[in-house]
């Protein structure tokens, strides 16, 4: 028993990790691709190659089609995240700069975290309230840091609004079908729902694969099967253990992850203001991501918690 309290933290703590730098290297991706596909298009590639990923995983697993009560959030997630999400921020992403496009997108959080007190009746608690203000703090430094004059454009921005608040509305939608289907049935059949939302782009897809640079084309299919298959399962699975406002939070650290990695994968090296919007991101994360002493002394002492949190 003294061994369980921990794991149970541990793995949706390392689930939700594992998201984030997957969800980063997507950033990365979506602007290689691009080159050579069109918004829709590589939502629809994405969507596919992850369908077909986790079709596997799931009869592997003998998972099953998921309950009834689970489809209204399974389909409106399907839609509005991996469908109406992934092809606004496709087409954002060619309309404003990386920097402007993380920082619109980082919107998604504060929506998350309102709309989850309204309707899912979340908890916000000052800690959380406070580090997810550090965090966005640190997103606007970022994204102002890396932003080129007059690289953004006005349908870009609201294009990235759009997607941010796709991405808060699946988010919210995906919470409670998770206490009705696992984590593998909420990520497959979403997955398969946006591919469908996406099949009006097949004509693009099939016709822009064909002169497609192979580069190009694996970058589609790596977006599909790690930030897509993976990451989204490891995400519903920690979301399923926390609240929808945490989870947003911890997003945050995205921005101060696609730094670091241009710096050591493209050696794009960051000036101090980027720098410092960094460790604000990251920082706002692990405030918002701790507890109370006293509530921390409380579980320890075997009191029981009036919240399970990841």
């Known amino acids: 028993m003294m061994n369980a309290t921990p794991r149970h933290h541990l793995l949706p703590a390392v689930a939700a990790v594992v998201t984030v730098v997957l969800w980063a290297t997507a950033f990365v991706a979506i602007r290689s691709a691009g080159d050579a596909y069109s918004p829709g298009a590589l939502a629809l590639g994405r969507l ?11 009869v592997v697993r003998r998972e099953g089609w998921p309950p009834r009560s689970a489809w209204r959030g399974i389909g409106l997630s399907g839609v509005l995240w991996f469908g109406f999400y992934m092809v606004a921020l496709n087409w954002g992403e060619q309309q404003v700069d990386a920097g402007t496009a993380a920082l619109v ?14 309707l899912l009746g979340d908890p916000m608690p000052p800690r959380l309230l406070a580090g997810m203000a550090v965090s966005f703090a640190g997103a606007v430094t970022v994204g102002l840091s890396m932003s080129a ?16 608040v796709g991405y808060a509305f699946g988010v919210v939608a995906q919470k409670p079908a998770l206490g009705r289907a696992s984590a593998l049935q909420v990520t497959t059949f979403g997955c398969l729902v946006g591919a469908v939302v996406c099949l009006p ?7 822009q694969a064909a002169h497609a640079p192979a580069s190009a084309t694996l970058d589609m299919v790596y977006l599909g099967i790690f930030p ?4 989204f399962t490891t995400w519903a699975y920690a979301l399923a253990r926390t609240t929808a406002s945490r989870m947003g939070a911890t997003t945050y650290a995205v921005p ?5 990695m241009s710096w050591l994968a493209l ?12 460790v604000l991101c990251l920082a706002g ?12 002394r409380r579980v320890a002492a075997g009191e029981p918690r009036p919240e399970k949190v990841g």
Do not use: D
């Open 48 to 58: 596919l190659s992850g369908s077909v990923a986790l079709g596997i995983i799931c």
């Open 149 to 164: 004059g007059g690289g953004s454009s006005v349908l870009g921005v609201v294009l990235c609004l759009l997607a941010a």
């Open 105 to 118: 997108v980082n919107v998604g959080p504060l929506l998350i975290a309102l709309l989850g007190a309204r």
């Open 256 to 260: 101060a992850l696609v730094v670091l």
């Open 201 to 207: 782009f097949a004509g693009q897809l099939v016709g």
């Open 228 to 231: 897509t298959a993976l990451a």
């Open 267 to 278: 050696g794009e090296v960051p000036g101090p203001l980027t720098l410092a919007g960094g």
């Open 285 to 296: 994360v692990a405030v918002s991501r701790s507890r109370a002493r006293g509530r921390t």
